[in-house]
C-alpha cells in the first residue's frame, strides 16, 4: 500500500533519474561560467551531507523541524484546511517551553525534565493554533489567512518577552534567554551535534501516518477531507474535527520549536527556527502531505541547506549562488508537480 | 492488538535511544595541543551579512581579501550570510571539516556558537571580532572603533543647525552603546545644546526599518543621521535623499552622499587581519597578545576616520584634526571623566580614565543623548 503510495507518479525512475542529471548539469554549467569547478562543488557538497557520518548528522538536524513543522501542516490538510502556521507554532513552541524552562523545570533531572519541556512546547504550538481554530468554526474565518498572519505576531511576541522578561542577565544585553541548564538539553552522540529530536520526529511522522491510514479517527478525518457534505451526512461533527486537526497540527509544529531550542540552541534567540515552518509547508506540499513521505523530502531540502554551505565556502562566489540552485532545484519540482498532480 | 504492538515498540525504540544517547553524551576534553591552529590548508571567515553593504562586512571582507593575498598557499573558506544562531555552527564545523584550523567568526553573535564549537576542536584557532568571552583555543580581538566616533561627533556637532542628530543602532549590547555615548560626547564637547536622539531596530542590517527610522527621524527635525547598523547605504542614501547630512560608520562612503557627508569612523583590518594568521602559523598563537582579549584602535589604525564631505567648512576640518592629534598623542581620552549618564547620575568619575574593559560593559546613554534602552 505504501509502496504504491511513493512509486506511484506518472513519471517513470528513468525520467526522474534524467530530471535530477539535468539540474546538475545546467547549474554545472552556471557554475562554470562563473568561474567555478562544478566537479570539485559537487564532490564537496556530497561530502558535506552524505559524505560521512559526521555530514549526514547535520542533515538529520536539520531535517528535525522541518519534518515536524511539515506534519503541523499535514495534519490539518487531512481534513482539508490549509495551515501556513507552522512557523508561528514553532516559535510559540520555543517560547512557552523557554518559560518552563528557565522557571519552572530549572533543576529537574533529564527524565522528568525533557519530557515536560517537549509537553510545553507542545502546549505552546497548540494554544497558538485556538486562536485560527476557534476564529474557524465560529466565524468562518479562512485558517489559511489566520494561520498566516498570526506568524509575524509570534515572531514579534517572541521578541516581546526575549527583549523583556526572559532576557538573560548575563547576555550584555544582547536579545536572548538565559541558557537551559544541562539536565534540560536533548541528549547528543558524543562529539556530534546529533540530538534524539530526529528520533522524535519519525516517531511522530509514524504515528500520524498510522492514526489516519488504520483507525477510526483517522478514517473520519479522511471522509471529512474528502467531502465535507458527506461527512455531515453521515453524522461527523465536521467543525469539532477540524479544530482537534487545527490544534493536533498546532501541538507538532510547537515541538519542532522546543527541540530546535533545547537540541541545538540551548536558549532562545529572535531568529531561532525563523523560516522553518515555511520550508516545511513547501515539503509538506512535496510530499502531497502524507506523513512518510514527509520524511525524505524534508531530508532533500536539509540537504541543499547543508550542502549549501559547502557549495559557498568552496565555489568562493556570493551567497546568492546557494538561493540560485535552491529556486532552481523548486521550479523544476513545480513543474513536475503541476504537470503530475492528480 | 496491531495498534498497541506498534505504540509499544515505538516506546521501546525511543527509550532505548534515549539510554544510549545519554550514556555517551558527556564530550569528553580534547586534548589541548601546543601548536593549536598549525597545520591545516584553509583558514575561514564567516559574516552576518552580505559582502558588499557599504559596512561592517564589506570591512571584515575586504580584510579577509588581504589574508588571501598575504597567504597565497592558503585556501580561504568564505561565507556570508551566516545567522547568529546555532546554523554558525555548522558553518564552523564544515570549515574544520574542510582543513581550517585558523577560523575568524566576525559578528558579534557568532561567539557563543564559536565557543561551542571551540569545545570540541581543540586544535583549531578561533578569533572572534569583539567578543567579550573567551577560551582556550578562541581569542577575541577588536578596534576601539569609539575614539574615532568621538571625533565624527565632533564634526557634526559642528553642523547641526536643529541641534537634534539621529542615531539609528540596532541591539542594546556595550558596543552599540559605547559608540552612541562616544559620538554624543563629540556633539556636546563642541556644542552643549544639541542632542542625540537613539533609536534602535533591533536588526543589524534591514533596509525597510532602517528607512522608516531614518524618515522618522528627519521628520522629527534631525538634520544629521548616524548609525551603529551592519550595511549603512540606505540610510545615507536616505539622509541624502532628504538633504539633510550623514556620519558614516564602518566604511567610508563619501561617493554615496556627496552632498551630506560629514566624515564617519571606518575599519581598516587588513593588517591586523595578517598579522594575526601569521602568529597563528607560525604556531605562536599561545602566549601572543591575541590569545584573550585583544584591543587596538586608532593609534594602529585599525580605526580610522574617514574623508570629509565637500560641505564640511575648513575651521571644522581643522578642529576634528587637532582633536585626533591630542588623541593620538594620548593628550585627550574621550571618556575621561566626569561622564553622567541620562539621569544626571556619575557613571565615571571626575579624572578618571575607564579601561576598555570597563567600558566594554557599558550599560547606559550617556547626557544628551534621547532614547531608551530597549529592557
Redesign the interface.
Known amino acids: 500500500m505504501l509502496a504504491k503510495r511513493v512509486f506511484f507518479n506518472k513519471y517513470s525512475i528513468g525520467t526522474k533519474i534524467t530530471m535530477a542529471l539535468g539540474i546538475c548539469i545546467v547549474y554545472g554549467v552556471f557554475l562554470y561560467t562563473q568561474g567555478a569547478n562544478p566537479f570539485l562543488i559537487y564532490y564537496e557538497m556530497f561530502q558535506a551531507t552524505f559524505g560521512n557520518v559526521y555530514g549526514i548528522g547535520e542533515v538529520a538536524i536539520k531535517a528535525t523541524p522541518f519534518i515536524l513543522t511539515a506534519l503541523a501542516v499535514a495534519i490539518p490538510a487531512r481534513v482539508g484546511l490549509i495551515s501556513v502556521g507552522g512557523e508561528g507554532q514553532l516559535a510559540c513552541g520555543a517560547l512557552s517551553s523557554t518559560f518552563a524552562a528557565v522557571y519552572i523545570f530549572k533543576d529537574m533531572p533529564s527524565f522528568i525534565g525533557i519530557p515536560m519541556l517537549l509537553l510545553a512546547g507542545a502546549l505552546g504550538g497548540a494554544l497558538w493554533a485556538v486562536v485560527p481554530g476557534i476564529l474557524k468554526i465560529v466565524a468562518r474565518v479562512n485558517e489559511t489567512i489566520t494561520t498566516l498572519l498570526l506568524n509575524y505576531v509570534a515572531f514579534f511576541l517572541v521578541g516581546y518577552f526575549i527583549y523583556g522578561i526572559l532576557k538573560s542577565p548575563d547576555a550584555y544585553g544582547w536579545p536572548f534567554s538565559p541558557r537551559f541548564s544541562d539536565s534540560l538539553r536533548l541528549p547528543t552522540l558524543e562529539g556530534t551535534r546529533i540530538h534524539i529530536g530526529i528520533l522524535i520526529a519519525v516517531a511522530v511522522a509514524i504515528i500520524v501516518w498510522y492514526v489516519t491510514m488504520y483507525t477510526h479517527l483517522g478514517f473520519r478525518m479522511r471522509v471529512v477531507g474528502g467531502n465535507v457534505k458527506a461527512a455531515k451526512h453521515s453524522g461527523i461533527i465536521v467543525e469539532r474535527m477540524q479544530f482537534v486537526t487545527l490544534i493536533v497540527g498546532g501541538a507538532v509544529g510547537g515541538l519542532a520549536g522546543i527541540i530546535e531550542v533545547s537540541g541545538i540552541e540551548g536558549h532562545l534567540r529572535p531568529m531561532t527556527g525563523v523560516g522553518y515552518g515555511y520550508i516545511g509547508f513547501l515539503v509538506a506540499w512535496m510530499a502531497g502531505n502524507h506523513p512518510l513521505l514527509i520524511i525524505p523530502f524534508a531530508i532533500l531540502l536539509a540537504a541543499i541547506s547543508v550542502g549549501g554551505n559547502a557549495l559557498e565556502m568552496h565555489s568562493g562566489l556570493n551567497s546568492s549562488i546557494v538561493l540560485i540552485l535552491m529556486g532552481f532545484i523548486l521550479i523544476v519540482i513545480l513543474a513536475i508537480g503541476k504537470r503530475g498532480g492528480k | 492488538m496491531?495498534?498497541r504492538t506498534?505504540?509499544g515498540i515505538?516506546i521501546t525504540?525511543?527509550v532505548i535511544?534515549?539510554a544510549y544517547?545519554?550514556n555517551?553524551?558527556?564530550?569528553?576534553a580534547g586534548e589541548v595541543k601546543s601548536n593549536m591552529g598549525v597545520g591545516g590548508d584553509a583558514i575561514?571567515f564567516l559574516f552576518v551579512g552580505?559582502?558588499d553593504d557599504y559596512g561592517y562586512n564589506q570591512a571584515a571582507y575586504n580584510g579577509s581579501e588581504a589574508v588571501k593575498e598575504a597567504f597565497p598557499f592558503m585556501k580561504?573558506?568564505?561565507?556570508?550570510?551566516v545567522?547568529?544562531?546555532?546554523e554558525a555552527?555548522?558553518?564552523m564545523?564544515?570549515?574544520i571539516?574542510?582543513g581550517a584550523k585558523v577560523i575568524f567568526p566576525t559578528s558579534?553573535?557568532h561567539l557563543?556558537p564559536a565557543l561551542?564549537v571551540a569545545k570540541?576542536h581543540r586544535d583549531v584557532v578561533f578569533l572572534h571580532q569583539g567578543g567579550?568571552k573567551t577560551a582556550e583555543n578562541l581569542g577575541t580581538y577588536f578596534s576601539n572603533i569609539f575614539e574615532v566616533i568621538y571625533l565624527s561627533g565632533v564634526a557634526a556637532g559642528k553642523m547641526t543647525k536643529t541641534n537634534k542628530l539621529g542615531f539609528i543602532a540596532s541591539?542594546?549590547?556595550?558596543q552599540v552603546?559605547l559608540n552612541i555615548n562616544a559620538y554624543t560626547l563629540g556633539v556636546r564637547s563642541v556644542n552643549p545644546d544639541a542632542n542625540v536622539i537613539a533609536v534602535f531596530n533591533?536588526s543589524w542590517c534591514d533596509p525597510g526599518k532602517q528607512a522608516s527610522a531614518a524618515n522618522t527621524l528627519i521628520d522629527q527635525g534631525c538634520d544629521v543621521l548616524t548609525q551603529h547598523q551592519d550595511c549603512t547605504k540606505t540610510i545615507i542614501e536616505t539622509a541624502e535623499r532628504r538633504g539633510v547630512m550623514s556620519s558614516g560608520y564602518h566604511c567610508d562612503a563619501l561617493e554615496i552622499a556627496p552632498e551630506g557627508w560629514i566624515t564617519g569612523a571606518y575599519w581598516n583590518w587588513d593588517d591586523l587581519y595578517v598579522n594575526m594568521c601569521d602568529v597563528i602559523l607560525n604556531g605562536e598563537f599561545k602566549g601572543s597578545p591575541y590569545d584573550g582579549r585583544f584591543r587596538t584602535g586608532i593609534h594602529e589604525g585599525v580605526a580610522k576616520l574617514a574623508r570629509f564631505g565637500k560641505n564640511v567648512p575648513d575651521d571644522v576640518k581643522k578642529l576634528v584634526k587637532e582633536k585626533q592629534k591630542e588623541i593620538l598623542d594620548y593628550k585627550f581620552y574621550p571618556f575621561t571623566g566626569p561622564v553622567r549618564d541620562q539621569s544626571g547620575t556619575v557613571r565615571i568619575e571626575p579624572g578618571v580614565v575607564p579601561t576598555v574593559t570597563e567600558l566594554e560593559?557599558t550599560?547606559y546613554l550617556v547626557e544628551g543623548s534621547i532614547g531608551n534602552?530597549?529592557?
Open positions: 496491531r495498534k506498534l505504540f515505538i525504540f525511543l535511544a534515549i544517547f545519554n555517551s553524551s558527556s564530550i569528553s575561514g552580505p559582502r580561504l573558506l568564505r561565507v556570508e550570510n545567522p547568529e544562531t546555532a555552527e555548522r558553518v564545523e564544515e570549515m571539516r574542510s558579534y553573535g557563543d561551542e570540541r567579550l541591539f542594546p549590547i556595550p552603546l533591533g560593559t550599560d534602552i530597549p529592557k
